[in-house]
């Protein structure tokens, strides 16, 4: 096979791949107080959304240093923000309002 062939090919098995991923990753979280949320990863768009702690919520990625961190637009009607925190399949859900930051829940792992 020619070297412009055997790119092509491989470019469309990524491509069927690529296509085979869901749209959503779902974020089901149990936390170490027993609390749980669930959440799903819009991929296209990079929003999570779902509920936490019976609230609908819509979180946008916002940069951050190691931890992908997801925080609700500026939300001063209720006083503050949720924001996830989020390293591989653990998780953990503040309350931040200006500078301050409350932590609800600590320990929340991925649960299937």
């Not at 069927?16 to 170490?32: G, R, S, V």
Request: aromatic content about 8%.
């Amino acid at each position: 096979m020619k070297p412009f062939a055997a790119l092509m090919v491989s470019g469309a098995l990524a491509s069927a791949a690529w296509a085979q991923e869901p749209a959503t990753i779902p974020l089901d979280y149990q936390c170490e107080n027993g609390a749980r949320f669930a959440l799903a990863l819009d991929r296209k768009s990079d929003l999570i959304y779902g509920a936490i702690l019976g609230r609908p919520v819509l979180l946008e990625h916002v940069i951050s240093g190691s931890r992908a961190r997801y925080a609700e637009r500026d939300a001063a009607d209720r006083g503050g923000r949720y924001e996830l925190w989020m390293k591989g399949d653990e998780a953990m859900l503040n309350w931040a309002t200006g500078d301050d930051s409350l932590t609800l829940l600590s320990g929340c792992r991925i649960v299937e």
